[in-house]
C-alpha cells in the first residue's frame, strides 16, 4: 500500500543555503526536497511558508489527504499554539524535525511546544534528518498495516 506523506516546513527554511550556514548549513530546501522524493515511496506533498495561518490550513488539508505528516515548525516551535492545536487534529502519525539540535541551542531555540503533539522527534542531524524522517515515517505506517 502506498502511503500518502506531507512535509511541511515553516519560516525562513525557504531562505537554507544561505541562512545561518553555521547552524543550518549550505544545502537549500529545493535540494532537500528532491532527496526526499527520491526517497518516496509513495505519493509525497512537500510544502513551505512564512505564515503560521497557511501552515495550520496546511496541516487541516493534510488531515484529509496524507496517512502521515513530518513538520519542521521552525521558528514557531517554540510559541504556536494554533499550529501545536492543529498537529494534535491530525489522527496519524506525526514527526517533528529540526535540522539543528534544539536541546543544545540557546535558551529561546531549546523547547518545542509543538513536541507533545507529535509521535517522534528528529533534531541535529542536519538536512539529512529529512530523509531519516521519511524513513522512519515510513515504518511508523507500515507497522499500522
Known amino acids: 500500500m502506498a502511503h500518502t506523506i506531507h512535509i511541511l516546513n515553516g519560516p525562513n527554511l525557504n531562505?537554507?543555503?544561505?541562512?545561518?550556514?553555521a547552524i543550518y548549513g549550505s544545502i537549500t530546501l529545493e535540494t532537500i526536497e528532491g532527496w526526499c522524493r527520491e526517497a518516496a515511496k509513495g505519493p509525497l506533498e512537500f510544502k513551505q511558508s512564512n505564515h503560521e495561518g497557511t501552515l495550520v490550513?496546511?496541516?487541516?488539508?493534510?488531515?484529509d489527504e496524507a496517512d502521515g505528516l513530518i513538520i519542521n515548525p521552525a521558528?514557531?516551535?517554540f510559541?504556536?499554539?494554533?499550529l501545536f492545536d492543529?498537529?494534535?487534529i491530525f489522527a496519524g502519525p506525526?514527526?517533528?524535525l529540526?535540522?539543528?539540535?534544539?536541546?543544545?541551542?540557546?535558551?529561546?531555540?531549546?523547547?518545542?511546544?509543538m513536541s507533545s503533539a507529535?509521535?517522534?522527534v528528529i533534531c541535529g542531524l542536519g538536512a539529512r534528518g529529512y530523509v531519516t524522517a521519511l524513513a522512519a515515517m515510513y515504518d511508523l505506517l507500515e507497522a499500522k498495516d
Open 75 to 77: 521558528g514557531l516551535s
Open 118 to 120: 507529535v509521535t517522534g
Open 79 to 82: 510559541q504556536s499554539v494554533p
Open 98 to 113: 529540526h535540522i539543528s539540535n534544539i536541546h543544545a541551542r540557546d535558551e529561546l531555540h531549546r523547547h518545542s511546544i
Open 15 to 21: 531562505k537554507l543555503g544561505k541562512r545561518e550556514p
Open 94 to 96: 506525526k514527526i517533528e
Open 86 to 88: 492543529a498537529l494534535k
Open 57 to 63: 490550513d496546511m496541516i487541516q488539508q493534510a488531515e
